[in-house]
Nanobody, 117 residues
Framework: QVQLVESGGGLVQPGGSLRLSCAASGVSFSIYAMGWYRQAPGKQREMVAVISSSGTTNYRDSVKGRFTISRDNAKNTVYLQMNSLNAEDTAVYYC???????????WGQGTQVTVSS
């Protein structure tokens, strides 16, 4: 019923850029907070960037100034623009949708981002 589909991952060289997209269906998109999380092998899943239903954003310190999260409610899509990528950004990136009032939390299947020369 609820589906989050990520796209845009892949292999890039250090210093390169990628733009991840997450298309949501089966949810009232505009009322959900959206976020991007990532998990590298042997590490815990960590928050990368979140954007509230009102458009407020928050980023983990290591990506501030390099990554930008945005949303297009008309397209039910959230984006993550990633610039100046380095090896530390290599991980599986997951899209998250969260509705606090209804206590609902959904995850995409993840998309691999690999930064390597």
């Amino acid at each position: 019923q609820v589906q989050l589909v990520e796209s845009g991952g892949g292999l890039v060289q250090p210093g390169g850029s990628l733009r991840l997209s997450c298309a949501a269906s089966g949810v009232s998109f505009s009322i959900y907070a959206m976020g991007w999380y990532r998990q590298a092998p042997g590490k815990q899943r960590e928050m990368v960037a979140v954007i509230s239903s009102s458009g407020t954003t928050n980023y983990r310190d290591s990506v501030k100034g390099r990554f930008t999260i945005s949303r297009d409610n008309a397209k039910n899509t959230v984006y993550l623009q990633m610039n100046s990528l380095n090896a530390e950004d290599t991980a599986v990136y997951y899209c998250n949708a969260r509705w606090y009032v209804g206590q609902r939390d959904y995850w995409g299947q993840g998309t691999q981002v690999t930064v390597s020369s």
